[in-house]
């Protein structure tokens, strides 16, 4: 077997992805499901010479993250739903002030306090800006723990770049599950390029002074400023979209992001056994929307079963992506009720029988 | 112990999903004999928390709400100003209380809310599974401070009545035990105290109530009350911090 | 090839290590697995239970609903599950505490008296282990061999001076099914 392959379990996996990707810093506060990311931040960061705090309250936590990036640090949060919403106003400032951090959410069904059971009811808040402003920012969605640990690394090269937040969206199952995976090479947050930015203080080695602030009172700069930040989120769709696509000449498609895709690849494999001409659209980055991936499939595609452990979110997406022509269904689950294989393949076949595809 | 064979009125006959051991159900108990005894259950409206005790409201028998984490005291104030006749109730543990909603704790106390905070210190955060809270001792043991609480590092333990103490809108201040017979039959004096400072309109009342949580400690329920006893009690003196005048002493 | 295998009992019987073993040992057959326990706030008391997966493909869902394998290590695990077990599927009870016959007709019902077991060879926290051993004899998949070299991968380095009577607990579990 392998030799690199560890049994892991999702939220110590995201953990050590964000310590093999240089991150040294964690603030955070507890929540269920994501409980295991904390404590074992809480000695892997001492280990390699970092600071592991657990903050008053998830508002602090955030805050203490803005404060640490903007001193030019690799940082990360995680939380789950209700805590992630503490977040919205500090995210919010991050964009504003053009930090760079990851943030990750074990989502929880919601609303309000309502369960600790896996959900994906957070899509809306992640992917449309939960806090206020013009801001946007790269919303990761996994599906397999590998996918999580390349991505939690990956996610850290993404904010640097924009100088922007980056979102892991999990769920409850991601974060409890153990599966196999592989880390990346540990990283030396030494090597990595120095943010001339950053308040480090001016140390006698420049004449300029640097200011960390989204506060913009003149209508015209705070204008300019939105401008800037336009162009940015523009490059990260240029760049940052990510998606998969199975079965690229079916007629049919299901569409589904993290641990739903896997459920949902169980009843596309069954429903082809029998002969359907169906594939699956799965974004990755939920932010900025795979649109070119259901371009991509206009020739062919006669229509879409949308999949979410939610009321119906990611749908209006797919809905904007693939136009008025073609059917778009849902079906969906909440609360930490878990999709059914068989309830999505009957969905698929109403659909197909409606439209009058053929096997 | 005091043999007490009846449920007080005020408790419902739901069973708690409490651990074995846990002193979150006297403290209940403490509460609804309170509310029996000063005859105030119909005009009570409790605000449960987030924590262990965040299903209070399916064991009292009176009205409730449900707050988010840290914020039942700004909800009791909604509640008390919106019908100042009601007596309003939270219920805390130290996760809740002491941590993310500090704030509302101090400004609902600075305010002089007239509400009764019921605050259970366990050291730990019991529902998420034994992570550090603000009242953790040092040197203690969980999940975020693997090697025992370095108070260099995290602060001391946070002690909030000695906090309140001084802001005149708290008209009654206590700390209490629920460790042992003795201890509880004082704690009861002081919930009591709590509810009539309130029915009197004098102001903001608070009891701390120091507790267990034999899950999290990694003991055995007599472990637990010992430790309390050995560990809590010398960092977290217990007595009255502040009572005023109008208030009748039940003293033994 | 899935197995899609549910263990059940109450939190300190062990339940979780069981899984993980399983799940380690078919990782190192080169298997798709996955691992995924029940989880809820701390309240103890009612039952605790994890999923594993170990397939040629790749897993879909790691949460087990329909298990192919199903084992109970108390009575209310038994009340809760025994309807679940896919049929023709094998249910393994802990007969020590679950004084109640199985229902079921369309199942392979495997029981022994894994605490009496552990209890004979002298320590009662090996139950977990007896039957481990029994269930993984119905594992064609995951060689005996792999299981023990994964109890030795999964089981924390400080109570390694514990391999022995654990292994000896495997052996049991394996001898005690093949007399069934
Ligand atoms: C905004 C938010 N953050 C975090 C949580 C998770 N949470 C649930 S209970 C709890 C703390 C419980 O500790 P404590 O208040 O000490 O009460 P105990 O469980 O010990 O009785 C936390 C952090 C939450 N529900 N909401
Ligand atoms: S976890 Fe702790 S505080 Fe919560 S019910 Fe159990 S013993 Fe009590």
Redesign the pocket.
Known sequence: MDQDLQLVKGNEAVAEAAARAGCRYFFG????PQNELPAYMSWRLPELGGVYLQAES?VAAINMVYGAAGAGVRVMTSSSS??IS?KQEGISYLAGSELPCVIVNMVRGGPG?GSIQPAQSDYFQATKGGGHGDYRMVVLGPSDLQELVDLTYESFNIADRYRNPVMILGDGIMGQMMEPVRFPELLDPQTLPVKEWATTGRGGKRKENNLINSLYLDAEACWEHNQKLGEKYRQMKENETRWEILYEDAEFYFAAYGTTARIVKKALESLRQRGYSVGLVRPISLWPFPDQAFASLAEKARGYVVVEMSMGQMVEDVRLAVGSELPVEFIGTAGGVMPHPSDISDKMETLIREVGGHK | MKAVFTRPQALSDQATHYCPGCL?GIAHRLVAEALDELDLTERAVGVA??????FTYNYFDCDFQQA??GRAPAVATGIKRARPDSIVFTY??????AS?GAAEAMHAASRGEKITVIF?N?A?????GGQM?PTTLEGQRTTTSPSGRDVSLTGHPLRMSEMLQGLPGVAYLARVSCHDVKHIRQAKQSVQKAFEVQREGLGFAMVELLSN?PTNWGMTPGESLKWLEENMIPYYPIGELKTPEAVTDHGE | MVNEILIAGFGGQGVMLMGQILAHAGMEQDLHVSWMPSYGPEQRGGTANCGVVISEDPVGSPVVTEPTECVVMNLPSLEKFESSVRPSGHLFVNSSLCDQEVKRDDIQVVTIPVTEEADRLGNARVANMIMLGALASCLPNLPFDAIKASLRAVLPERHHQLIPINEKALERGRELYQQQ
């Open positions: 506060y507890p929540i269920t998830e209700p805590g503490l306090l | 979150h928390s987030v924590g262990c005790s965040v988010a984490h805390q543990g130290d996760g809740d209380l993310i259970i366990n730990i955060y019991g529902m998420t809270a949580c």
